[in-house]
């Protein structure tokens, strides 16, 4: 059976649109959620049957979806894991923080939500969706008393000026509102902040430049002990 969400944050209920509902990932939605992947990320590989029944039997309570509710349809979804950071580089990439998508270094004692990946079908985007996702997470971060979350942001509209600015200058300016970003722009206005630039985060993704940004959001009732900031994890590349 199909587990739903038992939505207790007010805020939850008031973001998920009309004609859409929360729910965990059940094995009924792999094939859809395939095909959602290899429509948003056209130059990635799509998960697999298999990828997808590992992380929900890893961590069920980290797959989220939401559904359209008159096709019955999956819309979007969002995957997320848990790390403990200090095994990690500020800049790895997303095959290394995700075991290549297994989600095999999933730590249940891990204090930090890593966000692997939201992605809504193009048919249901600009509805509020990611924000509904968004949302779903951090109320499991609160629930687990969990530090932190973190992810990394595409930034598509890096690589048209890529040649003109630096990656750092560019946040610093889309921060500032100085340029928008179709993705980091729309993290921003949920409550994230942005840690650092790092390169080949996405190693195929022409459009941000081979560029991304690491995002975090802390849970205000539970914040990293300073030993633990996000500023103090070492970088590979510096």
């Known amino acids: 059976m199909t587990e739903y969400i038992s ?5 939850i209920n008031h973001h998920i649109p009309e004609g859409y ?10 094939a859809e959620i395939s095909k959602i992947c290899g429509l948003v990320y056209p130059t990635e590989r799509p998960y697999s ?22 096709s019955k349809e999956v819309a979007g979804a969002h995957f997320s894991l848990l790390i403990d950071l200090s095994h990690f580089h500020l800049d790895d990439d997303w095959e290394t923080l995700t075991a290549q ?7 249940p004692e891990g204090h930090t939500l890593y966000g692997a990946d939201l992605f809504i079908h193009p048919d249901h985007q600009h509805h509020g969706l990611a924000k509904t996702l968004t949302l779903a997470t951090r109320e499991l971060v609160a629930q687990q008393r969990l530090w932190r979350m973190v992810g990394g942001s595409r930034m598509p509209g890096y690589g048209k000026v890529s040649q003109e600015i630096a990656p750092e ?17 729309a993290h921003l206005h949920d409550g994230w902040d942005v840690i650092t630039a790092i390169k080949g985060y996405l190693p195929h993704d022409e459009e941000s430049g081979g560029w991304a940004a690491v995002i975090q959001w802390i849970n205000p009732e539970c914040a990293p002990p300073p030993e633990f900031d996000i500023s103090r994890i070492p970088k590979k590349n510096g």
């Open 7 to 11: 939505l207790s944050m007010s805020e």
């Open 21 to 30: 509902s929360l729910r965990l990932m059940s094995d009924k939605d792999y």
């Open 49 to 70: 049957d298999e990828e997808l029944a590992a992380h929900h039997l890893l961590f069920p309570e980290g797959q989220f979806v939401v559904v359209h509710e008159e």
């Open 101 to 107: 998508g297994t989600f095999a270094d999933h730590d």
């Open 169 to 185: 200058d560019y946040i610093s300016k889309v921060k500032k509102t100085e340029l928008v970003d179709p993705v980091l722009t």
